[in-house]
């Protein structure tokens, strides 16, 4: 079993910037992949990036060039910076992992508005 726990959503202007963090904890070892999925309101979830245990990391189109997802292995921890906000970025973000089989945190919001 993998536990994951999202923080760091909130409140931002557009152009302004947020950290999410994804803090996992069980059996950690076995984790290959750990992502982040968003859903808006009405709208399906939608891939945002991965990062691989070997360190390959890819992006959606939307977000490339704004967004950057790394790791802490010390902490167990994958994070996402997010730069240059849109209004369009609005959503409840979600860390995935894949251990075996997959795992979803409970998710956090981040809105973008003025």
């Known amino acids: 079993q993998v536990q994951l726990v999202e923080s760091g959503g909130g409140l931002v202007q557009p152009g302004g910037s947020l950290r999410l963090s994804c803090a996992a904890s069980?059996?950690?070892?076995?984790?290959?992949?750990t992502a982040w999925y968003r859903q808006a309101p009405g709208k399906q979830r939608e891939f945002v990036a991965h990062?691989?245990?070997?360190?390959?990391?890819n992006y959606a189109d939307s977000v490339k060039g704004r967004f950057t997802i790394s790791r802490d292995n010390a902490k167990n921890t994958v994070y996402l910076q997010m730069n240059s906000l849109k209004p369009e970025d609005t959503a409840v973000y979600y860390c995935n992992c894949l251990a075996l089989r997959e795992y979803w945190g409970q998710g956090t919001q981040v809105t973008v508005s003025s």
């Open positions: 069980g059996r950690i070892f076995s984790i290959s992949r």
């Open positions: 990062i691989f245990s070997s360190g390959f990391t």
